[in-house]
């Protein structure tokens, strides 16, 4: 077995030599585009949609950990009170985030309207 494992790595070495010689010989010239002006945002709504919905995303992401953090408190604990009504304070928390979540673009909307 060891003398048709050392009999391949010659092989191994050749190919990856005419694989090497291939893709550097074979690349053609690139060239490069016209520069533009950076695209900024097309109004401040735009920003203002672009914000909410990051603060949404944010607001769920960390929400979720909460939930998976307190049920697993939760399942975990074992019948000790104190470990359990952790696990239910990290729940809660996590239903006061989804309830910002959903809040989020009211709060955005209410801000914008301060803006403009």
Same mark, same amino acid.
């Given at each position: &077995?060891?003398?048709?494992?050392?009999?391949?790595?010659?092989?191994?070495?050749? @190919?990856?030599?005419?694989?090497?010689?291939?893709?550097?010989? #074979?690349?053609?010239?690139?060239?490069?585009?016209?520069?533009?002006?950076?695209?900024?945002?097309?109004?401040?709504?735009?920003?203002?949609?672009?914000?909410?919905?990051?603060?949404?995303?944010?607001?769920?992401? @960390?929400?979720?950990?909460?939930?998976?953090?307190?049920?697993?408190?939760?399942?975990?604990?074992?019948?000790?009170?104190?470990?359990?009504?952790?696990?239910?304070?990290? &729940?809660?928390?996590?239903?006061?985030?989804?309830?910002?979540?959903?809040?989020?673009?009211?709060?955005?909307?209410?801000? #914008?309207?301060?803006?403009?």
């Amino acid at each position: &077995m060891l003398y048709q494992a050392t009999r391949l790595i010659p092989v191994l070495i050749v @190919v990856a030599a005419v694989l090497t010689t291939v893709i550097v010989l #074979g690349d053609t010239a690139a060239y490069a585009a016209e520069p533009k002006e950076p695209a900024g945002p097309e109004s401040i709504t735009t920003v203002i949609n672009n914000i909410r919905v990051w603060l949404v995303g944010i607001l769920v992401a @960390v929400a979720t950990l909460f939930l998976t953090v307190g049920g697993l408190r939760y399942l975990a604990a074992n019948g000790d009170p104190s470990e359990t009504e952790k696990g239910k304070l990290a &729940m809660k928390s996590a239903a006061i985030g989804y309830a910002l979540a959903l809040l989020a673009p009211l709060f955005v909307t209410i801000v #914008g309207g301060w803006v403009k």
